[in-house]
C-alpha cells in the first residue's frame, strides 16, 4: 500500500485540493498553446464538430468512470494506474500491463514537456529583463542587458526561438553558447521532483491551490486586454471578430494580405479527414488527461467516501473554460488583428503559434513587456500544475512493486524522467524526438489506451462495479448513464476513428518512421520505457498478497 513515509495512508487534504489538482493537470499547455494550434492546423471552426462530439460522447463519460475507477483502485491500497487496473480486472497481470501503458504514457509525455516547460520560463524571464519586447515597460531587472535589446523584425523572433531549442542541429544546446536552455530545464526538472517529493498533500495540492487562482487571474487579463483591442492596423479582415471567425467558423474564407478573398475552405473537406478525427479526439484525452494515468491516479487518493462524479465534473468544466473560452480567446485572435490572416494561415505548428507569431504580436502592442510576461508565466505555471501529475503514477508504481519510500521513488522517477528529457533535448534537429514523442505519445497512444480501457470499465471491471462506486458518496445523481454510452457509444465511435485513421494515415507514419533515425531512436527509447514498466506491472501481481482492505473491494451503494 503506498504510504506517506511516516506510514500512513496518503490522501488529499480536502476536496477542493483533490478538484484543483485534477484541474491543474487538466489546465497546461495543451489548453493554451496546443488547442488554438490544432484549430488552426485542422479546419478552423470545422475542428470543433469532432471536438465537441468527442467532449460529449467520450471524454465526459470517460473521465467519470475513470475517476471511479481510481478512487476503487485507491480503496485496495493501489495508486498507479498498473495497480488500479491489476484490482478492476480481477487480478489478472493482463491489466496490469495496460496500467504499464497508462503509467508510461505521461512518464513520456512529461520528457519533452519539461523541456517545453523550460520555454516558457525563458520566456517569460526574457520578457521581464526587457529582451523580447521593443514597446512597454522598457525596464531590465538583469544588469548588462539593454531594455532595446527586443527584435526589430519577425525573422528575429524565429531565430531567438530556434536559437532557444536548438533547432539548428542534434546536439545544438549542449554547447556553451546554447546552456541557458539546459540550465532552465534543469531547473523545472528540479521544481516536480521537490513538488512530488513533498507528495500528495504538502506537495501536489499545495502547489496546485496557490497556483490556480493566480493562472485564473493571468489568463483574465490577458483575454481582457485582447477583447479590448481594436483593429490596430485597420486593414479589412483583421478585426477581433475576424480572429474569432477564423477560429470558429466551419467554413472559412482564405484572404490576403489586403483581406480580398482568395479560395474557400469547406466544412466537408475537413471532416472527411479522419486526421482531423483523430487530432481533435486525442486533443480531449491530452487536455483532459484522461486515459492517461493521471485522472486516476489522482482519483486514487481521495478520501473512501469522497465525492466522484460531481468532482469529475467540477475538473472537466474547468478544462473546457480555460481551454475553448481561454486558449481560444487568446492567441489567433490577437495574431489575425496584429498579424493578418496570412500569417495567421501559416502557423505552422503550436510552437510557432506561441513563441514566434507570439512574441511578434506581443512586439506590436503597447505594454508588449508586460503582456508577454504575463503571458509565459501564465503558461509556465500551469505547465508545472501539468507535469507534476505526469511524474505521479510512476512514483506510485515505484512505491508499490519496489516498497520504496515516496521520496525515493520521486528520486528514481524524477532521475529516469531527465534521462527521456536528454534524448528531448539532444535530438533537437527540427524538434525530431520530440515530435516523434508527441505523435505516438500523446496523439495515438491514448486512443488505444481509451479503447483498452473501456474493455476494463465495461466488460471485466462491470457496470454493477462502476455503479455502485459512483453512488458512494454522491453529492449529486451519480450520471448511472455513463455506463451505456461508454460502451454502445463511445466503444465503437473510438474504434471507428482508430480504424479509419489507421486505414489512411498508419502507411505514410510507418515510412516516416523507417525513413527516420531519429524517429527510430525515438521509437526505441518509448519501447524500453515500456518494458521497463511492463516488467515493474509483472513484478506487481506477482508479489501482491491480499491486504485488509481488499476484503472490501466492492462498493456498496449508499443507504
Ligand atoms: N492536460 C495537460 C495539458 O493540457 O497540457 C497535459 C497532460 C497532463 C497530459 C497529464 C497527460 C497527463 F497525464
Partial sequence: MSRKSNGTRENWGSQLGVILAVSGSAVGLGNFLRFPGQVANNGGGAFMIPYVVSLLIVAIPMATAEWALGRFGGRCGFHSPVGIYYSAGGRKALWGALGALTTVAPFIIGMYYVFIEAWCLIYALQYLGGVLAPLGLRFSLFQGVDAGL?????????????????????????????????????????????????????????????????????????????????????????????????????????????????????????????GVWLAATSQIFF????????????????????????????????????????????????????????????????????????????????????WGFLFFFLLFLAAITSSISMLQPMVALFQETLSLTRERSALLSSGLNMLGTGVVCWFTFNLGALDVFDFWVANFLPLVAAILQTILICFVWGSTSLRSELALGARIKPPYFVVNILKFVSFPYMLLVVLFWGWRNMGSRVQEVVDSRVAQASLAFIGLSLVLTLALAIVLSKRRQKTPDENNETASPEP
Avoid: H
Fill in 150 to 274: 527586443f527584435f526589430e523584425d519577425a525573422a528575429g523572433y524565429e531565430n531567438f526561438f530556434g536559437a532557444t531549442v536548438g533547432i539548428a542541429k542534434d546536439g545544438a544546446l549542449f554547447t556553451q553558447a546554447a546552456s541557458t536552455t539546459l540550465l532552465a530545464t534543469l531547473a523545472c526538472v528540479w521544481i516536480n521532483f521537490r513538488l512530488t517529493y513533498r507528495g500528495v498533500s504538502r506537495g501536489i495540492e499545495w502547489f496546485c491551490k496557490m497556483a490556480s487562482p493566480l493562472i485564473l487571474v493571468c489568463a483574465i487579463a490577458v483575454i481582457i486586454r485582447v477583447i479590448t483591442l481594436d483593429n490596430p492596423s485597420g486593414i479589412p479582415g483583421r478585426s477581433f471578430l475576424d480572429g474569432l471567425g477564423f477560429m470558429w467558423n466551419p467554413s472559412r474564407n482564405v484572404l490576403n494580405e489586403s483581406g480580398e478573398v482568395v479560395d474557400r475552405i469547406n466544412v466537408w473537406t475537413t471532416l472527411c479527414d479522419p
Fill in 287 to 370: 487536455s483532459i488527461s484522461i486515459c492517461l494515468g493521471a485522472v486516476c491516479t489522482y482519483a486514487s487518493y481521495i478520501q473512501p467516501r469522497g465525492d466522484v462524479a460531481l468532482s469529475s465534473l467540477a475538473s472537466t468544466a474547468t478544462n473546457e473554460l480555460c481551454e475553448v473560452a481561454f486558449g481560444g480567446l487568446m492567441s489567433i485572435p490577437a495574431a489575425i488583428m496584429f498579424l493578418g490572416p496570412v500569417a495567421a494561415g501559416g502557423f505552422a505548428s503550436s510552437f510557432a503559434l506561441g513563441f514566434v507569431v507570439l512574441p511578434n504580436v506581443f512586439g506590436l502592442m503597447p505594454l508588449g513587456q508586460f
